[in-house]
């Protein structure tokens, strides 16, 4: 089975800085798009950032300029880079990921969502 694990989230002053990592593992023979998203108290889950199995990445408005969303391919993790944080950017981190996996009669692409990490940023 395929499992994402987040980590790196914690409690942060306005301004600072924390980096958020995903790892992807189990049964992997590829993983295609990569993606953060955040859910903060009473708020639906919105998305983040995201990066294509070429590199190429697009933001929410609201972090472009203050995140950054990298992976590397090799350790199957996605890395998410936040600065200048500032107290609406706390929420529940989650990580996304579009895995092409085998039950060991088939192969699919299934969609796969960690258990999330807490980003609170504090004024």
């Known amino acids: 089975q395929v499992q994402l694990v987040e980590s790196g989230g914690g409690l942060v002053q306005a301004g600072g800085s924390l980096r958020l990592s995903c790892v992807a593992s189990?049964?992997?023979?590829?993983?295609?798009?990569m993606a953060w998203y955040r859910q903060a108290p009473g708020k639906q889950r919105e998305l983040v950032a995201i990066?294509?199995?070429?590199?190429?990445?697009n933001y929410a408005d609201s972090v472009k300029g203050r995140f950054t969303i990298s992976r590397d391919n090799a350790k199957n993790t996605v890395y998410l880079q936040m600065n200048s944080l500032k107290p609406e950017d706390t929420a529940v981190y989650y990580c996304k990921a579009d895995i092409h996996t085998s039950n060991g009669f088939r192969t699919y692409t299934f969609q796969y969502w960690g258990q999330g990490t807490q980003v609170t940023v504090s004024s």
């Open positions: 189990g049964t992997i023979l590829s993983i295609d798009t």
């Open positions: 990066i294509t199995s070429g590199g190429s990445t």
